[in-house]
């Protein structure tokens, strides 16, 4: 047995905990994460709003969540830059009838769709072409 897996079985059995067991293993730490500030004396107090997104960030992983908020942003943006390519803001979008409204906001989404494609093949491009490139080890002659 080498000693990197004895090392993990140490730490794997840490982890579990006796069944029933509370204050030790992994699911002890998740809990601990999850309870109110409250439940925890001398903890200080933590920003509204903060446990929903640390249960969030353990239901989809931090670097997933991220991803989401970028695109989430990124989308955001180009429908910004479209209504104002169109000269209309949110209010005016508001006041339209909804028929109008209807249309516009499906060719506001068409374009937004549009230009994240064109965003991510060109990102895809540009990796392509990086990885293509001949690295100074590659050039010796």
Known sequence: MRISDSV??????ALRGAP???????????????????AAPGRPEEPEGSAPLRLEILEKGLFELVQERQLAALRDEIRDQVLGGLGLGAADLAA???AQRREIEQSIEDEVARRLRERFMLAVE???AEQ???TTADRRD
């Open 8 to 13: 993990a079985i140490e730490v794997g059995s």
């Open 20 to 38: 029933g067991e509370r204050g030790r293993g992994f699911q002890a730490l998740l809990d601990a994460a999850t309870e109110r500030p409250e």
């Open 96 to 98: 339209m009838p909804e």
């Open 126 to 128: 540009e990796e392509l």
């Open 132 to 134: 293509q490139e001949p």
